[in-house]
Nanobody, 121 residues
């Protein structure tokens, strides 16, 4: 499966963005999907993950209550709704596919190309 992330851009602090990640195959629906992010000079960090059927979700503590992950399997797409954005949320956001809901990047073996989110103060 190949993943294509989109939806990044420039937004003011307190604003919202919705990221999308589309997959190339119907087998998308068999995978756990996750979002990670990497800020300049920092390591890649976990953002959120969702099980194949959408029942199980997991979030990094700093994103709970602000970010929501969801998926639309018929459309082969996973979303990340980001609200109350802060300058610290500025990063390249990556979508990834794996077999288990996990917070470590090594558990995901398919990665999209990333989309840049910039939050201005």
């Amino acid at each position: 499966v190949q993943l294509q992330a989109s939806g990044g851009g420039l937004v003011q602090a307190g604003g919202s963005l919705r990221l999308s990640c589309s997959a190339s195959e119907r087998t998308f629906r068999n995978y756990v999907l996750a979002w990670f992010r990497q800020a300049p000079g920092k390591e890649r960090e976990f953002v959120a993950a969702i099980s194949w059927n959408g029942i199980i979700t997991d979030y990094a503590d700093s994103m709970k209550g602000r970010f929501t992950i969801s998926r639309d399997n018929p459309k082969n797409t996973v979303y990340l709704q980001m609200n109350s954005l802060k300058p610290d949320d500025t990063a390249v956001y990556y979508c990834a596919a794996g077999n288990v809901v996990a917070t470590t990047s090594s558990r995901y073996n398919v990665w999209g190309q990333g989309t840049l989110v910039t939050v201005s103060s």
